[in-house]
């Protein structure tokens, strides 16, 4: 407070905790005889004499801006935030509660008057001096208000959802890590690999006695063949039938005819052997831990990625509700937009009955006892606290953030201390007051936010041929 000012006091108005700087009792609500929903002109308001000022200000309750506190008083980051700028500007403030808990908007009608609702309209009819909070600066608001100094805030719009989703069950689900075409080439290597194990052997038995006898043994080597790598595959061994007369009886028939080893004895089979199922293991390593680590990496995917994971899935379903403030800059953000997914969502939003909420704390409260069936749209500021203070941890972000914004304080066109409120909150910027102010009341609680999914970290996708042989695909 500035200096001779006398000590804070708190008064209760309209159920509202009014912070005054120059009154020190409890005085009971006036009503306004000046209040209008539609008008035709701005009338002019009453200067204010200063400095120093006196301002009435404005605001919707809103954790982590402005909320009541266990005691009964008012606390948040708009509290703090006064009270520093209070120290580079001289003035007092009596703060006022906003016009039926609405942020309010300025609508053009087709008569040409003008609809007022919320804070907006208080401004307007001379009620408040100042509107503070989390108050977006918009174009349609700035046709009709200013906005003191820089953006003090920047902000963007988040969904807010339930964390314990349900998930569908999904048999086939350890066919993920791997593409189609890598299974087939995995699959095809396996028969190649048994093809030439067992024509390599038959080569080699060319030499025995009954060519019934060699196609017999050549089909069963190759059936056993393809059974022993697989096998290998699996990271387990497969003993073959070590009492097979006609192997024996080829082999040592092989023996006699060979006796130096100098071209098909045991020596240079042993040899071929030894390459062919190293190179075999080696296949098999470099396969089986790629897919024991893609397979985990889905998995840990499906425990984070349960439902809704973005604007545009949301947009896509009419299973899950949505819904924001009613008459907030969100909605008319939704109402307006060209974009089609946004253009679809306020479609869904005007139309599905029971939606909208009237205030932020009604959208998170919702949420958290919604079992997964409703998203709250609001900022990612006051959702991100949301989380931080949610009762069970059982709440998180959803998606990327979207449609970046600011918040401001809104005057009346031309007042005489919008430049001094400009300067004092640019120096609050410069000596990064806002900033600690920010990370104050960013997480004020113990559940943890979860950053990867607020910045939609993809699901991982399964490995195709490229990706197995080392090829980058954005490569070239």
């Not at 947009?315 to 899950?320: F, K, L, N, P, S």
């Not at 909420?357 to 009604?362: F, L």
């Not at 304080?409 to 909150?425: C, D, S």
Request: glycine share 6%; charged share 25%; hydrophobic share 40%.
């Amino acid at each position: 407070p500035t200096s001779g000012s006398s000590k804070l006091a708190y008064v209760i108005e309209n159920d509202f905790t009014v912070l005054d700087s120059t009154k020190n009792f409890q005085s009971k609500p006036k009503p306004n005889r000046n209040r209008r929903d539609v008008i035709t002109t701005i009338k002019p308001c009453a200067p204010i004499k200063g400095p120093p000022y006196h301002f009435t200000l404005t605001a919707v309750e809103e954790r982590p801006f402005i909320f009541t506190n266990s005691s009964g008083s008012h606390q948040g980051l708009v509290i703090d935030l006064l009270t520093e700028l209070q120290k580079r500007m001289q003035f007092n403030f009596t703060l006022i509660p906003a016009r039926d808990k609405k942020f309010g908007n300025v609508i053009e009608l087709e008569n040409g008057t003008l609809h007022t609702t919320g804070m907006v309209a208080q401004l307007l009819d001379c009620e408040a001096d100042l509107i503070v909070g989390n108050f977006l600066m918009t174009s349609e608001r700035a046709k009709y208000i200013a906005f003191a100094g820089p953006c003090w805030m920047d902000v963007s719009l988040s969904l807010y959802g339930y964390q314990k989703e349900v998930v569908e069950t999904d048999y086939l689900a350890f066919f993920r890590p791997f593409t189609p075409g890598l299974w087939g080439m995995m699959f095809g290597s396996l028969f190649i690999y048994a093809y030439y194990l067992s024509l390599s052997r038959f080569i080699l038995n060319l030499l025995s006695k009954g060519m019934k006898k060699k196609l017999s043994l050549f089909f069963r080597t190759f059936l056993e063949s393809v059974w022993q790598l697989f096998a290998i595959l699996n990271q387990q061994s497969i003993e073959t039938d070590s009492n097979d007369c006609e192997r024996i009886e080829i082999e040592e028939d092989l023996i006699r005819r060979d006796p130096d080893h100098k071209f098909l004895g045991e020596s240079w089979w042993t040899r071929h052997l030894k390459i062919f199922f190293g190179s075999w293991f080696f296949f098999a390593i470099i396969l089986v831990s790629t897919y024991t680590a893609n397979l985990a990496s889905f998995f840990v995917a499906d425990a984070i990625h349960s439902g809704i994971q973005s604007v545009d899935q949301l947009a896509e379903q009419t299973e899950v509700e949505y819904g924001t403030v009613a008459d907030s800059a969100v909605e008319r953000f939704f109402s307006l937009s060209p974009i089609d997914t946004y253009k679809k969502m306020g479609v869904f939003m005007k139309n599905r009955k029971g939606v909208m909420v009237e205030t932020a704390e009604a959208g998170i409260e919702r949420v958290r006892n919604s079992d997964g069936r409703y998203i709250f749209v609001w900022d990612s500021f006051s959702l991100e606290n949301a989380v931080s203070t949610s009762p069970d941890c059982n709440t998180r972000l959803i998606g990327r953030k979207f449609n970046d914004g600011s918040l401001g304080f809104g005057v009346r066109q031309g007042v005489p201390y919008e430049n001094n409120l400009t300067l004092a909150l640019l120096e609050m910027k410069d000596d990064h007051v806002i900033e600690r102010l920010e990370n104050r009341w960013m997480t004020t609680g113990l559940c943890e936010i979860n950053e990867n999914i607020n910045n939609e970290v993809g699901k991982p996708a399964a490995i195709g041929l490229c990706e197995f042989s080392g090829a980058d695909r954005k490569s070239g």
